[in-house]
T-cell receptor
């Protein structure tokens, strides 16, 4: 079992470009969560998805950010027209069900906007 | 909004000493999680505390939960350099985890 796989590990984008972050959940997990960690801070919830559905996006910025979890393939967190303030580590977690049990984090994608 | 507060934020301690990290949270929750994060790495699950009075120990780390006081502690016994990392507590509510700000621990030889 390969665990939660995120790629790329590191991503550098110029201001105004798009960033696409991918997350493949653990085998058998159908719940995916995205968190953002700014330097020297804790993780902040962004969005919770199940296959083909966004369940809770209360932590997502209203503009430029979107997430999907298609029937086939990984979950994608997409940031359009990136700005310097988007530089952060983005972590994905997956679980089999709700309630925090079996919640496993990926290794994260470190986005740097130059 | 649910708040999770940790203290201290920074902790420098000598090898062999004991210390406690505190985690307060602002909502009723029966589940409290402790994670460890090394620089540039992901979060490693340390403990899941599922009920009031729960106590778990792994090596030099022991975690406890008092749901009435909304307080969890992470006690470090006879610290060693390998324990240097950032430690986060978290509670889960409404499909998401709420994380504390983290305690950056440095163990000095």
């Amino acid at each position: 079992n390969a665990g939660v796989m995120q790629n790329p590990r590191h991503l550098v984008r110029r201001r105004g470009q798009e960033a696409r972050l991918r997350c493949s959940p653990m085998k058998g997990h159908s719940h995916v969560y995205w968190y953002r960690q700014l330097p020297e801070e804790g993780l902040k919830f962004m969005v919770y998805l199940q296959k083909e559905n966004i369940i809770d996006e209360s932590g997502m910025p209203k503009e430029r950010f979107s997430a999907e979890f298609p029937k086939e393939g990984p979950s994608i967190l997409r940031i359009q027209q990136v700005v310097r303030g988007d530089s952060a580590a983005y972590f994905c977690a997956s679980s089999r069900g709700t309630g925090g049990f079996g919640y496993t984090f990926g290794s994260g994608t470190r986005l740097t906007v130059v | 909004e649910l708040k999770v507060e940790q203290n201290p934020l920074f902790l420098s301690m000598q090898e062999g000493k004991n210390y406690t990290i505190y985690c307060n949270y602002s909502t009723t929750s029966d589940r409290l999680y402790w994670y460890r994060q090394d620089p540039g790495k992901s979060l490693e699950s340390l403990f899941v505390l599922l009920s009031n009075g729960a106590v778990k120990q792994e090596g030099r780390l022991m975690a406890s939960l008092d749901t009435k006081a909304r307080l969890s502690t992470l006690h470090i016994t006879a610290a060693v350099h390998d324990l240097s990392a950032t430690y986060f507590c978290a509670v889960d509510s409404s499909n998401q985890f709420y994380f504390g700000t983290g305690t950056s621990l440095t163990v000095i030889p």
